[in-house]
T-cell receptor, first 114, second 113 residues
Framework: NAGVTQTPKFQVLKTGQSMTLQCAQDMNHEYMSWYRQDPGMGLRLIHYSVGAGITDQGEVPNGYNVSRSTTEDFPLRLLSAAPSQTSVYFC?????????????FGQGTRLTVV | AQSVTQLGSHVSVSEGALVLLRCNYSSSVPPYLFWYVQYPNQGLQLLLKYTTGATLVKGINGFEAEFKKSETSFHLTKPSAHMSDAAEYFCAVSSSGYSTLTFGKGTMLLVSP
């Protein structure tokens, strides 16, 4: 049971490049989310999904796209990377609302945009 | 809308001393409250959570927190700090029926010998 797996762990991009951050969970969780962590800012919600085919925006969605075609996977796409997207990205998953379960976090992807 | 305020971006204690990390929240509905810990270059690990019922919640590694509705607070405590407690701690809030979290900005706990 691997939990929540994020790839890659590290990535350097040039401004304007696109890429996809991968997130996979093997716990059959319905709910998945993407957060970004910046120094002194805590974690902020980018996008989330309550099931396959259903996604919604969080607090800081601009510049990011998501889709959820399977229960297991929830990739995050950067369309045209900008230095402001330099951050550590965390994916999380949970069974249902957080009163009944807990969110499990991946180990993070550290992204640098130059 | 929900928000979380963590007082103090850094807290320093001596090994064996009391740990107190402060968290205040704002929520228009009854909140679920969480404390997470993050060790360097790692993901987040749940320490404890409050949903309903007993307002004093015990978590892992000897930590506990008390939900005080009148003060809109959920402070984290540990009677005796250990060197291994040095990490960043995040308080977070969620609303009933939802799966997403609103985090505070974090408090780095430094433990000196």
């Amino acid at each position: 049971n691997a939990g929540v797996t994020q790839t890659p762990k590290f990535q350097v991009l040039k401004t304007g490049q696109s890429m996809t951050l991968q997130c996979a969970q093997d716990m059959n969780h319905e709910y998945m989310s993407w957060y970004r962590q910046d120094p002194g800012m805590g974690l902020r919600l980018i996008h989330y999904s309550v099931g396959a085919g259903i996604t919604d925006q969080g607090e800081v969605p601009n510049g990011y796209n998501v889709s959820r075609s399977t229960t297991e996977d929830f990739p995050l796409r950067l369309l045209s990377a900008a230095p402001s997207q330099t951050s550590v990205y965390f994916c999380a998953s949970s069974y249902s609302n957080l009163g009944k379960g807990q969110a499990f976090f991946g180990q993070g992807t550290r992204l640098t945009v130059v | 809308a929900q928000s979380v305020t963590q007082l103090g971006s850094h807290v320093s204690v001596s090994e064996g001393a009391l740990v107190l990390l402060r968290c205040n929240y704002s929520s228009s509905v009854p909140p679920y409250l969480f404390w997470y810990v993050q060790y360097p270059n790692q993901g987040l690990q749940l320490l404890l959570k409050y949903t309903t019922g007993a307002t004093l919640v015990k978590g892992i590694n000897g930590f506990e927190a008390e939900f005080k509705k009148s003060e809109t607070s959920f402070h984290l405590t540990k009677p005796s700090a250990h060197m291994s407690d040095a990490a960043e701690y995040f308080c977070a809030v969620s609303s009933s029926g939802y799966s997403t979290l609103t985090f505070g900005k974090g408090t780095m706990l430094l433990v000196s010998p």
